[in-house]
């Protein structure tokens, strides 16, 4: 359990205690396995918002609640190294000048332009949930934190150091595989086939896109690791809607 409350420390926003024993780097490079069930409970403190203030309140209002109840749950952690990756790979540089970019902590015009479409999107599948589709509100955080899993472990890391090299180093295939069945497995039960679609989906998306920015620049960061959550969110929504009734 003391893994979990790293990952959830780690992860969230939630007033949580402080740990009694300072935590390893081992400890919180190796609480990466537990990251799926970080998303599943940030999903079941969605759903439960959804049930309850659907009757209350019109689509539009409900899913900007819901996009403001996760920025608030995650401290808008991904979205940072989400919006440091676009302006560094929308910068059309050169790889080195690419990573300089991203390591860069100001915000520059291609992360303003890409973070708006990315939340403009999100809002509006938000926005479009019934209550049949509620359950993809629990499969769309627990997905992300799996999926991005695959490029930490099976691509390289792009820099000679940095948080998520700890990540890439303490990955590890049978962990992978274990959760990945259960994760795909727990989509199914909540949404049927919906569910599956957006696993395999979200697992091809990522590697191509894994695969053409290691290309380019030579491997992935933590920043790209961060991208790659945010924009496993959304395309898991995307790619259920048209399978849900």
Same mark, same amino acid.
């Given at each position: 359990? *003391?893994?979990?409350?790293?990952?959830?420390?780690?992860? +969230?926003?939630?007033?949580?205690?402080?740990?009694?024993?300072?935590?390893?780097?081992?400890?919180?490079?190796?609480?990466?396995?537990?990251?799926?069930? #970080? /998303?599943?409970?940030?999903?079941?403190?969605?759903?439960?918002? !959804?049930?309850?203030?659907?009757?209350?309140?019109?689509?539009? #209002? &409900?899913?900007?609640?819901?996009?403001? !109840?996760?920025?608030?749950?995650?401290?808008?952690?991904?979205?940072?190294?989400?919006?440091?990756?676009?302006?560094?790979?929308?910068?059309?540089?050169?790889?080195? *000048?690419?990573?300089?970019?991203?390591?860069?902590?100001?915000?520059?015009?291609?992360?303003?332009? !890409?973070?708006?479409?990315?939340?403009?999107?999100?809002?509006?599948?938000?926005?479009?949930? +019934?209550?049949?589709?509620?359950?993809?509100?629990?499969?769309?955080?627990?997905?992300?934190?799996? #999926?991005?899993?695959?490029?930490?472990?099976?691509?390289?890391?792009?820099?000679?150091?940095? &948080?998520?090299? /700890?990540?890439?180093?303490?990955?590890?295939?049978?962990?992978?595989? @274990?959760?990945?069945?259960?994760?795909?497995?727990?989509?199914?039960?909540?949404?049927?086939?919906?569910? @599956?679609?957006?696993?395999?989906?979200? #697992?091809?998306?990522? @590697?191509?896109? !894994?695969?053409?920015?290691?290309?380019? @620049?030579?491997?992935?960061?933590?920043?790209?690791?961060?991208?790659?959550?945010?924009?496993?969110?959304?395309?898991?929504?995307?790619?259920?809607?048209?399978?849900?009734?």
């Amino acid at each position: 359990m *003391r893994g979990f409350f790293i990952a959830l420390t780690f992860l +969230t926003r939630l007033p949580l205690p402080s740990p009694k024993v300072e935590v390893t780097s081992e400890e919180f490079t190796g609480s990466y396995r537990y990251y799926p069930l #970080v /998303g599943l409970l940030i999903g079941f403190i969605l759903w439960l918002l !959804a049930k309850g203030l659907f009757p209350f309140f019109p689509p539009l #209002v &409900l899913g900007a609640l819901l996009l403001a !109840a996760e920025l608030m749950l995650t401290g808008g952690l991904h979205l940072d190294g989400f919006m440091d990756s676009m302006d560094g790979l929308l910068s059309a540089r050169s790889p080195e *000048r690419i990573l300089e970019i991203m390591k860069d902590s100001r915000v520059g015009a291609h992360a303003s332009m !890409a973070l708006f479409g990315l939340l403009l999107l999100k809002f509006s599948l938000l926005a479009s949930l +019934t209550p049949s589709k509620f359950p993809l509100l629990l499969i769309m955080p627990m997905l992300s934190r799996w #999926v991005f899993q695959i490029g930490v472990i099976a691509f390289p890391y792009a820099r000679s150091q940095g &948080l998520g090299k /700890g990540f890439h180093e303490a990955a590890q295939w049978i962990t992978l595989l @274990i959760s990945g069945a259960l994760v795909c497995g727990i989509s199914y039960l909540l949404s049927g086939l919906a569910g @599956i679609i957006s696993f395999f989906v979200c #697992v091809v998306a990522v @590697i191509l896109w !894994a695969h053409k920015i290691t290309s380019l @620049i030579g491997g992935l960061t933590g920043d790209l690791y961060g991208a790659i959550i945010e924009l496993s969110e959304v395309l898991c929504l995307f790619t259920a809607f048209p399978f849900l009734h």
